[in-house]
């Protein structure tokens, strides 16, 4: 089954949908701006939203998505998802949906693409890490901070009630290679997103703004 507002995720369209906007797997970048204030940085922004912004702006001056680099493992990554979602519908008992990408109701200029939808409440937010990584999440049920800013803007844009956060390495004896935890996005996390985000884009329309106000010399 496919989502009727399916592009499929990694195709010339889905990143056209996606050039010059915000996106749910960088909302780290924009949460995690603040550091302690100094003279030369007055708002304390860190380098990761001051690179995010202008891979951004670029994108929106040119018309076309950022390169990023692809390592082995991302590769492997990517390789592996469909795994994972087929193990989270034989677990779950479900047949999910993939899905193209969901620009955010309210705030133009950012928006989300699950991995897949789950009926008509959730989502699933698959990650394939390293083994070592994959670990650490076993022994102690926690992963990155990253991960939770990424499904709170999945749920948001997509007006989801709740992520399923899955982690998968097939590498892994059968009763190792998969973990999986509901998360539903606390609404003061929420509001909190909203607000950084709006400061966030704010900021690149005036920077955008004021480089297309130049005129040469």
């Given at each position: 089954m496919t989502d009727p507002r399916y592009v499929a995720q990694g195709s010339a369209e889905w990143y056209s949908a996606r050039v010059g906007k915000a996106t749910a797997s960088r909302m780290g970048d924009i949460m995690g701006r603040l550091i302690k204030p100094r003279a030369d940085n007055p708002n304390g922004y860190t380098q990761s939203y001051f690179k995010y912004q202008r891979e951004l702006l670029i994108e929106r001056l040119t018309g076309l998505p950022a390169q990023h680099f692809v390592s082995a493992a991302m590769e492997w990554g990517?390789?592996?998802?469909?795994?994972?979602?087929?193990?989270?519908d034989r677990r779950n008992k479900v047949f999910t949906d993939q899905c193209g990408f969901f620009e955010h109701p309210t705030i133009p200029g950012t928006g989300a693409s699950p991995d897949r939808l789950v009926g008509e409440d959730g989502l699933v937010e698959i990650k394939d890490p390293t083994t070592g990584t994959h670990i650490e999440t076993l022994l102690d049920g926690t992963y990155n901070d990253d991960y939770r800013y990424q499904m709170v803007w999945e749920c948001e844009c997509s007006g989801r009630a709740?992520?399923?956060?899955?982690?998968?390495?097939?590498?892994?004896?059968?009763?190792?290679?998969?973990?999986?935890?509901?998360?539903?996005?606390?609404?003061?996390?929420?509001?909190?997103?909203?607000?950084?985000?709006?400061?966030f884009l704010a900021e690149l329309d005036a920077m955008e703004e004021k480089v297309r106000a130049y005129k040469g010399v």
């Open positions: 990517a390789d592996a998802e469909e795994m994972a979602a087929q193990e989270y709740w992520a399923d956060f899955v982690s998968f390495d097939p590498r892994l004896p059968e009763n190792l290679r998969y973990y999986q935890e509901r998360f539903v996005p606390p609404p003061e996390l929420l509001e909190d997103m909203r607000a950084k985000v709006k400061i």
